[in-house]
């Protein structure tokens, strides 16, 4: 919950819902796929689905309650939700396996990036309110480099992150516009050390569609608490990505499939918080 004045305002699903979907909307997405390639990926499409419904004996009533299920996905605005919760990690594997790369993994943007977050120093804090300051301090530091170990300065590392009660700035009400928004630049060094506050895990949104959906399994809603980032620097490779955090919660069984080895991070508790190291590889671009 969160407080708008003396008010307390309950995001929703259909709200937040629909401002991810207004968000994507805004930019307008085209694909050169050829008419060959899109016959056989639908040849194929059409196949799938037809073995799942030979092979599990659909109902009537199953294919009437998929089409109403699906028209209220669309009503909240859940599509960027369901669709990068249960099928964005199949296409990220695929588009990093199709490269040689061997820098940092990607994961996952979700539903919740903004471009242009406000630029912040190599060594800053995240912008943030009075209740986020209360909470357990996470200091996150590290050096970006390409694959021979150099340095990249003025790299520029997006940080976007939920807060305490598991909302994001700009898609839930009554939370400054860039909160736990900010695209910090590195130093000559490529180095970065930034002040924010430890996440913790959340559920998604699911009050709406994908939550009956999640419930129609018996499945559960939680993601482990985690960073999202999104780290460029010219003539490199962009990479999206999130971290997540030793022995947390949901790590082992994230909702979106997200998680790697190799994205989780070990804190270390100090006196002033939680300190947090990862170097961030770039591959060149290609
Ligand atoms: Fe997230």
Redesign the pocket.
């Known amino acids: 919950m969160t407080s708008v004045e003396n008010q307390t305002v309950d995001p929703t699903a259909h709200d937040s819902g629909n401002k991810a979907t207004e968000k994507f909307k805004a930019n307008r997405v085209s694909s050169d796929t050829s008419k060959e390639r899109a016959n056989a990926i639908y040849t194929d499409l059409l196949a799938a689905i037809a073995e799942v419904a030979h092979k599990h004996e659909i109902t009537y009533e199953e294919y009437a309650v998929l089409k109403q299920w699906m028209i209220d996905v669309g009503e909240y605005g859940e599509w960027p939700l369901w669709l990068d919760v249960f099928v964005e990690h199949e296409i990220e594997e695929i588009n990093y396996n199709r490269h040689d790369y061997t820098g940092t993994k990607g994961s996952i943007e979700?539903p919740?990036y903004v471009e242009n977050s406000p630029k912040l120093p190599w060594d800053g804090e995240m912008p943030m309110r009075d209740k986020d300051k209360a909470c357990t301090p996470l200091i996150f530091e590290g050096q970006v480099t390409d694959l021979d170990g150099n340095g990249l300065g003025g790299a520029e590392i997006e940080l976007?992150?939920?807060d305490e009660d598991g909302f994001?700035s700009q898609f839930a009400p009554g939370i400054p516009e860039w909160n736990l928004r900010g695209t910090i630049v590195t130093d000559e060094e490529g180095r970065y050390k930034i002040k924010t506050l430890q996440p913790a895990p959340?559920q998604i949104p699911h009050d709406g569609p994908t939550g009956w959906f999640i419930e129609s399994y018996g499945g559960h809603p939680w993601?482990p608490a985690?960073l999202?980032l999104r780290v460029s620097h010219p003539g490199y490779r962009t990479i999206t990505t999130?971290l997540y955090f030793e022995g947390g919660d949901y790590v082992e069984n994230d909702v979106a499939t997200a998680v790697k080895p190799e994205l989780v991070l070990h804190p270390e508790a100090t006196g002033d918080g939680n300190h947090v190291h990862y170097p961030f590889v770039l591959d060149k671009e290609n």
């Open positions: 979700g919740y976007w992150h939920a994001y959340y993601r985690h999202h999130q």
